[in-house]
């Protein structure tokens, strides 16, 4: 018998089994004259989850690591400054990702359980007046630590310098299940995964795209061939793709974002804002405490906790999954071991929420760990039962 738990990584997440059905497709001709029926819907229905309606997105056979290494190699040259911040996993390995493509990294050092530093970018873009930078990396959600980072403020950065460098975003944990306004925040690439908010496997990496971009690419010569966005394009244009992708998470995709249009994006983020405020309220409940240093940081798709001291998070998270078939996400990077992490994004109910909290606790109770049984699920059920008359049932239980 497979696994019929829930998983509580963040990402890949649940697939719901309208989506599994929808994948369940015989191979068809992808250069076929009524392709673009399918295609075509794709395309114009993600501009909205993106908030974008002057932008375009572009499709990868790719994960989200793809889609950042597509939006860098489209619009910048080697030797190119580019403006980023460490402050977690991804953010890290965005940087190494550009260093490799001989990009010049001008990093700010931010403490793990921080945002971008909006302070420390505006200085450094106000004494850029040659404006030598040439793009701003920011991670909206940063997955290794539950940090959600101020996007519009970073743009705010850019617009009292004056500066003309591109704000590139890392939108992979977000983008689906938190509000995400690409034109209004003025995002040039915004880069998302078909395996975090939209429900479905690893194996699309989504790109939105702005104007300014599009024209970057024009006069960049970082070299790319496979993640050219000008192919694509053209034959996104004409109803196709350069080369063959995957149909079955098209057509996954194609179902997903009617799933998201029929549950309303503002519900979307209110559920999810709903379910993280509950995990939450549970772990002040245990005792603990986050990562993210403070509220304003509370990302709304994944909560990391850090464990009490002497206590090991990576002999917690194996042991909920030997014990009860039920996986969490251990610490990356400078958290490792000192963190786990309670992925709530995607297809996730308040119900699924409490049978991880649950189990999170069984798990630390068997461990030692210094917490009362029972009482971080309390405190989310009363969250929840508080809150119930408001709550919007997911599309993904449809």
Request: glycine share 10%.
């Amino acid at each position: 018998m497979s696994n019929p738990n829930p998983i509580f990584i963040p990402g890949p997440t649940n697939i719901p089994e309208r989506l599994r059905r929808a994948m369940d497709v015989a191979s068809r001709d992808h250069r076929a004259p009524d392709f673009v029926d399918l295609i075509r819907p794709v395309f114009e229905n993600l501009k909205p989850v993106f908030g974008t309606s002057a932008g375009q997105v572009v499709l990868f056979p790719a994960t989200g690591t793809g889609g950042w290494e597509a939006a860098i190699t489209n619009t910048l040259s080697p030797g190119d400054t580019v403006l980023a911040a460490r402050h977690g996993m991804f953010s890290q390995r965005w940087i190494d990702l550009c260093r490799r493509h001989g990009l010049d990294m001008r990093v700010f050092e931010a403490p793990w359980g921080e945002g971008v530093p909006v302070e420390a970018f505006a200085k450094a873009l106000a004494a850029d007046t040659d404006h030598r930078i040439k793009a701003v990396l920011a991670t909206h959600n940063e997955t290794a630590t539950g940090v959600r980072s101020d996007i519009a403020a970073v743009r705010q950065a850019l617009t009292v310098a004056d500066h003309p460098a591109l704000l590139c975003v890392d939108g992979v944990s977000s983008i689906g299940s938190l509000d995400f306004r690409m034109d209004e925040w003025g995002v040039d690439l915004a880069v998302a995964g078909s395996q975090k908010g939209f429900m479905l496997p690893a194996g699309l990496a989504i790109v939105g795209v702005s104007p300014k971009a599009r024209a970057a690419m024009e006069t960049a010569t970082c070299p790319r061939a496979f993640f050219d966005m000008r192919d694509m394009m053209a034959a996104n244009a004409a109803g196709s793709f350069p080369y063959t992708p995957s149909v079955p998470l098209l057509c996954g995709l194609r179902e997903s974002l009617a799933m998201l249009a029929e549950e309303g994006r503002e519900a979307v983020h209110a559920r999810h804002h709903r379910i993280a405020e509950g995990v939450r309220r549970a772990v002040a409940a245990w005792g603990l405490s986050l990562c993210a240093r403070r509220p304003a940081l509370y990302s709304d798709t994944v909560t990391a906790i850090l464990v009490p001291d002497g206590y090991d998070a990576g002999a917690l998270v194996a042991h909920a999954y030997t014990r009860y078939g039920v996986p969490f996400g251990i610490g990356l990077g400078d958290v490792a071991g000192t963190v786990f992490r309670i992925g709530h994004l995607g297809q996730m109910t308040d119900v699924m929420a409490l049978s991880g909290l649950a189990t999170a606790e069984m798990a630390m109770v068997d461990l030692g760990y210094p917490i009362t049984l029972g009482s971080g699920v309390a405190a989310a059920q009363a969250y929840y039962r508080e809150t119930a008359a408001h709550a919007v049932p997911a599309a993904a239980a449809a």
